[in-house]
């Protein structure tokens, strides 16, 4: 039943969502849904629970610090980016009902709201082992700031389709997108970039000084590089 309720949000939205579709849907008779709740409301929110629970089974994977161990700082950041994304992309058609009818349902946009602040914990706790390199001097304020700017991005993404703001791009380009301009944000120093800046107007190669290996690695990226 659950599974159907989340099935007929993809394919048609809140507007879709009936207890006769739901009905229709699951095979389930009318009266034993309503021996399990009493309103169209209480059997959205439990469906809403159900899709918003595979969402957070996929969260879990920033909790597997095995399966980022040994990656250089910026392959982090886009991994963290990627990941971020990736979850509100596969569940894009459940995430677009919800996004846009929680304007107009309280409880839908609170609850909304505690999970997304838990995937943004997520996200940060994922990157505290670069805060040593990021260039603000909040690192965790930085971390949580970059979190705002490509969830709300990736929102209006699955909201509202992917020319809604800019000229559209795949999924795969989005995501890459967001994570140079993560990598860019929280990694490049200031210093560097100065430096290209003079190279580029004088015509000459900037030269990366040498860094131990041992600490950090550098990775050169479309003419920038990122400790």
């Known amino acids: 039943m659950l599974d159907a309720g989340v099935a007929i949000l993809e394919d048609g939205g809140y507007e879709a969502f009936t207890i006769a579709a739901v009905c229709s849907r699951s095979g389930v008779a009318p009266p034993a849904i309503y021996a399990r709740t009493s309103t169209k409301d209480a059997l959205f929110l439990a469906v809403y629970e159900h899709g918003i629970a595979r969402m957070r089974d996929d969260q879990l994977v920033f909790t597997d610090a095995e399966r980022w161990a040994g990656l250089a700082p910026d392959q982090l950041v886009r991994a963290a980016v990627a990941e971020m994304t990736g979850i509100s992309l596969r569940h894009a058609r459940f995430l677009r009902s919800v996004v846009l009818i929680s304007a107009a349902h309280p409880e839908v946009r609170r609850r909304g709201s505690v999970y997304s602040t838990e995937l943004g914990e997520r996200f940060a706790a994922m990157l505290r082992p670069v805060h040593g390199l990021v260039t603000h001097p909040d690192p965790e304020a930085a971390v949580r700031a970059c ?78 590089a990122y400790p």
């Open 147 to 224: 979190f705002g700017t490509l969830f709300a991005a990736t929102v209006i993404r699955v909201a509202y389709g992917p020319g809604f703001a800019t000229p559209p791009v795949d999924d795969g380009t989005f995501t890459a997108e967001l994570g140079e301009t993560a990598a860019r944000y929280l990694l490049a120093r200031p210093d560097m970039d100065a430096g290209l800046g003079q190279e580029r107007q004088t015509g000459k190669v900037l030269e990366v000084p040498p860094v131990s290996c041992q600490k950090r690695s550098i990775v050169v990226n479309r003419g920038r």
